[in-house]
């Protein structure tokens, strides 16, 4: 099995800052992965498909980069409202089976 | 817009069967384009990948519990459904239904979630 290991576990920062989260596969995966948001009490929300597409909808001060078995999810210029949990996941084995990382918790400083 | 909705019992018996269905509306579920599946969050925790099915109706397991779990369809009634066996404290969580497209490889559509107590 596939597992997906994210770093950090929790980060702090402030409005306007650039911050980079990253998520490591066990095994190569190509540019299978994706980035979600999720917001307490709510549904996560697609953010980054195949490594490096842009959901649409979403800003693009996100973006995805990495292939193989190292990946990073960077927010340019941490907006309040995208303090939240980011958990990565991957899509690349068949038969399906996408394996999530444990999560970034995203505070506020 | 498409829209997923869970449904079923919030609590449910230690060592019994948990059920739930995702009714999917605006969209039809007997698309080549997509896997349906389920993840549950437990209070506090992470994600966590359970299964998926394709209209076919072939399914896909998390080998963690693909010996406690059963994923069907049912195209007629634009249904999927959850059952998951024996279950234990542990599986309390909010179980999500959701759409897999498979081109994109994400989890495009998200049903609310619905939270499944597990206690006597």
């Known amino acids: 099995d596939i597992q997906m290991t994210q770093s950090p576990s929790s980060v702090s920062a402030s409005v306007g800052d650039r911050v980079t989260i990253t998520c490591r596969a066990s095994q190569g995966i190509s540019s299978w992965l994706a980035w979600y948001q999720q917001k307490p009490g709510k549904a996560p929300k697609l953010l980054i498909y195949?490594?490096?597409s842009l959901q649409s909808g979403v800003p693009s001060r996100f973006s995805g980069s990495g292939s193989g078995t190292d990946f990073t999810l960077t927010i340019s210029s941490l907006q309040p409202e995208d303090f939240a949990t980011y958990y990565c996941?991957?899509?690349?084995?068949?038969?399906?089976?996408?394996?999530f990382g444990q999560g970034t918790k995203l505070e506020i400083k | 817009q498409l829209q997923l909705q869970e449904s079923g019992p919030g609590l449910v018996k230690p060592s019994e069967t948990l059920s739930l269905t995702c009714t999917v509306s605006?969209?039809?579920?007997?698309?080549?384009?997509?896997?349906w599946g389920w993840i549950r969050q437990p209070p506090g925790k992470g994600l966590e990948w359970i299964g998926s099915i394709y209209y076919s109706g072939s399914t896909y397991y998390n080998p963690s519990l693909k010996s406690r779990v059963t994923i069907s369809v049912d195209t007629s009634k634009n249904q999927f459904s959850l059952k998951l066996s024996s279950v234990t404290a542990a599986d309390t969580a909010v179980y999500y239904c959701?759409?897999?497209?498979?081109?994109?490889?994400?989890?495009?559509?998200w049903g609310q979630g619905t939270l499944v107590t597990v206690s006597s």
């Open positions: 605006g969209g039809s579920i007997s698309s080549s384009s997509y896997y």
């Open positions: 959701a759409r897999w497209e498979i081109a994109v490889a994400g989890t495009d559509y």
């Open positions: 996941q991957q899509a690349n084995s068949f038969p399906p089976m996408y394996t």
């Open positions: 195949a490594a490096s």
